[in-house]
């Protein structure tokens, strides 16, 4: 299954496909996005989603409100639908 991103603001969208992560489908895209270790241990690449849901196969280390404000781990997570992501907290 494909799912679109979405990155505001500036409106730019791109595809994932199933089992890829975010961060993954950006390199593969030339999109610039922050990372360092892409392995779920910096915290570079930190966004948060607006709209829509991810998953992980290895749960990151979030706190509770960091999760309920929407903080992702770009390198880890994959999209289970469309989704809308930002850079900005
Ligand atoms: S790139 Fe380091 S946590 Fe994602």
Redesign the pocket.
């Known amino acids: 299954m494909i799912h679109t991103v979405q990155i505001v603001p500036g409106d730019v969208q791109f595809e994932v496909t199933s089992g890829q992560t975010i ?1 993954s489908a950006v390199m593969s895209q030339n999109i610039a996005w922050p ?11 930190l966004g948060k989603i607006l709209q829509g849901d991810v998953s992980y196969d290895l749960e990151p280390v979030l706190s509770e409100r960091e999760r309920l404000e929407g903080w992702v ?4 997570a994959t999209p289970q639908s469309d989704i809308v992501l930002t850079l900005e907290g």
Not at 35 to 45: T, W
Request: glycine share 12%; charged share 10%.
């Open positions: 961060l990372n360092r270790c892409r392995v779920g241990a910096c915290g570079a690449c781990f770009a390198c880890l």
